[in-house]
Every structure is written in C-alpha cells, then in structure tokens.
C-alpha cells in the first residue's frame, strides 16, 4: 500500500500594509483577471481566493495577523459529496442491467445454478468495494493539485504586496 503524499503547510506573507490596504491591492489584481475566485467577504477572514484543484476545488483562506497573511487551503465540500452519491446511485442501476444481460446466455444460466448464486452476489461486492479506494485517491489527488495551485497564488500575492 502507498503512502499518502505529505503536504507542506502553505508560507505565510510578511507584510507592512493594514488589512485595508491589501484588500484594497487585492481586490485590483482580481479585477485585472489575475487573481481567479476572488471574495472579499469570507467569514472570520480577510478574503478567500480559488485554489483550483484536480477534481475537486477548494479555496485559499487568507487571514491578516500580526504583520503576515496566512493562508489555509479548505476544500469545498459539495463536489466530493456529490461524488459520493454518484458512485452509490450508480451501483444499482447496474446490477438489473448487467443481469438481464448476463441471463440472455445459457452457459451463464447453467453456470449460475450450478454454482448457487445470484449475480449480485458477485455485482455489488465488484462494485461496491472499490468506491472508498476511488473516494480516497480522488482526495489526495484534490488536495495535491489544490495545494500547487496554493502556491501559485501566494506567489502572485506576494507580487502585489
């Protein structure tokens, strides 16, 4: 089994400007088309920026303290939820069709009563064990690419401030 690549905590950005004032330079690097989901009101922050990631996105959270921005990498939740759903709903589907399919053969048929057992004795642990390990590389694979493009961001900021 591999191991889960580790992800290094994001920099933070020293500065000298108030709070204001870097909303202010941010808020113009967003209107030039350079700074990609750009909020300015975020909940117990400065602002949040898109952190684009690969399926799933989330966003930089970027807080002013203590004469530093930091930066926290929270992924949005509802894609991977959604993800979920559809990997489930998806299995059931599959086993009518997958049946009907399969029982047209009469090697199938005989092979089945011979052996003893239905098709979604075989179907749904094949489909349903793999969900969680799919689930699972898809969020690392989210958090990776969310977190480069993290700090491709905070390298942008870092331009401006």
């Given at each position: 089994?591999?191991?889960a690549?580790e992800i290094?905590?994001?920099?933070?950005?020293?500065?000298?400007?108030?709070?204001d004032e870097?909303?202010?330079?941010l808020s113009?690097l967003?209107?030039?088309?350079?700074?990609?989901?750009?909020?300015?009101?975020?909940?117990?922050?400065?602002?949040?920026?898109?952190?684009?990631?690969?399926?799933?996105?989330?966003?930089?959270?970027?807080?002013h303290?203590?004469?530093?921005?930091?930066?926290?990498?929270?992924?949005?939740?509802?894609?991977?939820?959604?993800?979920?759903?559809?990997?489930v709903?998806?299995?059931w589907?599959?086993?009518?069709?997958t049946?009907g399919?399969l029982?047209?053969?009469?090697?199938?048929?005989?092979?089945?009563s011979?052996?003893?057992?239905?098709?979604?004795?075989?179907?749904?642990?094949?489909t349903i064990?793999?969900?969680?390990?799919?689930?699972?590389?898809?969020?690392?694979k989210?958090?990776?690419s969310?977190?480069?493009?993290?700090?491709?961001?905070?390298?942008?900021?870092?331009s401006?401030?």
């Open positions: 089994m591999t191991k690549p290094q905590s994001l920099p933070s950005i020293p500065t000298a400007l108030t709070a870097v909303k202010q330079r113009k967003s209107k030039q088309g350079k700074l990609a989901g750009f909020e300015l009101n975020e909940p117990g922050a400065l602002c949040s920026v898109a952190a684009h990631g690969t399926p799933f996105d989330s966003k930089l959270i970027i807080t303290k203590d004469d530093a921005l930091s930066c926290v990498c929270s992924m949005l939740p509802m894609m991977p939820r959604i993800f979920v759903l559809l990997l709903v998806t299995v589907p599959g086993l009518p069709l049946d399919f029982v047209s053969f009469d090697w199938y048929t005989g092979l089945m011979w052996i003893g057992i239905d098709t979604w004795h075989w179907y749904l642990p094949l064990l793999p969900i969680p390990f799919a689930f699972r590389a898809s969020m690392m989210s958090k990776t969310a977190h480069q493009s993290a700090l491709e961001v905070i390298e942008k900021i870092k401006v401030l």
